[in-house]
C-alpha cells in the first residue's frame, strides 16, 4: 500500500524535508506542512489525504487542536500523532480523541511505514463498507 496519500504535519523543517523524501523513496505521496494552520490549509485543498502524521507539540495550533479539527470535519482521515517523551501523555490524549496511533520520535522508518499502511488500510475498508452500505440502501439488499 505504499500509494498512500500522507499529510505530515512537524514544525521541525529538516525533520519533515527528511521524512519527505524518505517516504516518498517508498513512492508515497507526501503533502508537507510546518504548522497546524498549514495542516488544515492544505486538508481543505488535498481532499486525498488518507493518513496524517501529526506532531503533538508545535507552537500555534498544537497536534491535539488539528487532530479535533480533522476528526470534526474528515472522520474518515486517520491519524498518527508524533511524539516526544514528553509529550505522551498528548499522545494518548490524542488517541482518545480518534487518532488511530501514535510514535515516539526519533521514528523507526519500517515501524512509521507499517503504522500508515495499517492506517490506510483501516480508511480503506471503512470507506469500502459505507459504499457498500448505500448499494444497500439503493438496491434494497437485506443484511
Ligand atoms: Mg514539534
Same mark, same amino acid.
Given at each position: 500500500?505504499?500509494?498512500?496519500?500522507?499529510?505530515?504535519?512537524?514544525?521541525?523543517?529538516?525533520?519533515?524535508?527528511?521524512?519527505?523524501?524518505?517516504?516518498?523513496?517508498?513512492?508515497?505521496?507526501?503533502?508537507?506542512?510546518?504548522?497546524?494552520?498549514?495542516?488544515?490549509?492544505? =486538508?481543505?485543498?488535498?481532499?486525498? %489525504? @488518507?493518513?496524517? +502524521?501529526?506532531?503533538? !507539540?508545535?507552537?500555534?495550533? &498544537?497536534?491535539?487542536?488539528?487532530?479535533?479539527?480533522?476528526?470534526?470535519?474528515?472522520?474518515?482521515?486517520?491519524?498518527?500523532? =508524533?511524539?516526544?517523551?514528553?509529550? %505522551? @501523555?498528548?499522545? +494518548?490524549?490524542?488517541? !482518545?480523541?480518534?487518532?488511530? &496511533?501514535?510514535?515516539?520520535?526519533?521514528?523507526?522508518?519500517?515501524?512509521?511505514?507499517?503504522?500508515?499502511?495499517?492506517?490506510?488500510?483501516?480508511?480503506?475498508?471503512?470507506? @469500502?463498507?459505507?459504499?457498500?452500505?448505500?448499494?444497500?440502501?439503493?438496491?434494497?439488499?437485506?443484511?
Amino acid at each position: 500500500m505504499s500509494d498512500a496519500n500522507i499529510l505530515l504535519v512537524d514544525d521541525e523543517q529538516p525533520f519533515v524535508e527528511t521524512m519527505t523524501k524518505r517516504l516518498e523513496k517508498r513512492n508515497y505521496k507526501v503533502n508537507a506542512a510546518f504548522s497546524g494552520y498549514d495542516a488544515i490549509k492544505i =486538508l481543505e485543498k488535498e481532499s486525498q %489525504v @488518507e493518513v496524517v +502524521i501529526l506532531d503533538v !507539540k508545535m507552537p500555534g495550533k &498544537d497536534g491535539i487542536g488539528v487532530l479535533q479539527e480533522i476528526k470534526q470535519k474528515y472522520p474518515l482521515i486517520e491519524v498518527i500523532m =508524533l511524539t516526544g517523551h514528553a509529550t %505522551v @501523555e498528548s499522545a +494518548i490524549q490524542g488517541m !482518545k480523541l480518534g487518532a488511530y &496511533d501514535y510514535l515516539m520520535k526519533p521514528c523507526d522508518m519500517n515501524e512509521l511505514v507499517a503504522k500508515v499502511d495499517e492506517a490506510t488500510g483501516k480508511k480503506r475498508a471503512h470507506e @469500502e463498507k459505507i459504499v457498500e452500505a448505500r448499494m444497500k440502501r439503493i438496491t434494497g439488499t437485506r443484511i
